[in-house]
């Protein structure tokens, strides 16, 4: 499996960005691919996931409300739409993907990994 993100950019606090994790080789529906962040200096955090076959997700806390996952099976590709940003949320995100029916938070559940791409939020 292969995932490609992409659209990561600069954008003033309270703007919206659209990032897209593009998916190719033997992905099926029992995946779950989710997306994670890291910030300078600091750990990589679960932001959100979605179950590939049913559509459930899951969101860390702080992105609720702001945050959205979604995927396009079509495309094989998964969105995450990132409103109302604040500087805080400025981190290189990565999407991942695991054989699991859950939604996990640790990073050492997702087998598979795509470049990160940046996402810069100036107050």
């Known amino acids: 499996v292969q995932l490609q993100a992409s659209g990561g950019g600069s954008v003033q606090a309270g703007g919206s960005l659209r990032l897209s994790c593009a998916a190719s080789?033997?992905?099926?529906?029992?995946?779950?691919v989710a997306w994670f962040r890291q910030a300078p200096g600091k750990e990589r955090e679960f932001v959100a996931g979605?179950?590939?076959?049913?559509?459930?997700?899951n969101y860390v806390d702080s992105v609720k409300g702001r945050f959205s996952i979604s995927r396009e099976n079509a495309k094989r590709t998964v969105y995450l739409q990132l409103n109302n940003l604040k500087p805080e949320d400025t981190a290189v995100y990565y999407c991942?993907?695991?054989?699991?029916?859950?939604?996990?938070?640790?990073?050492?559940?997702?087998?598979?990994w795509g470049h990160g791409t940046k996402v810069t939020v100036s107050s």
């Open positions: 979605v179950n590939w076959s049913s559509g459930v997700t």
């Open positions: 991942a993907a695991a054989l699991h029916n859950a939604i996990f938070e640790s990073t050492r559940t997702y087998r598979y």
């Open positions: 080789g033997r992905i099926h529906s029992r995946y779950v």
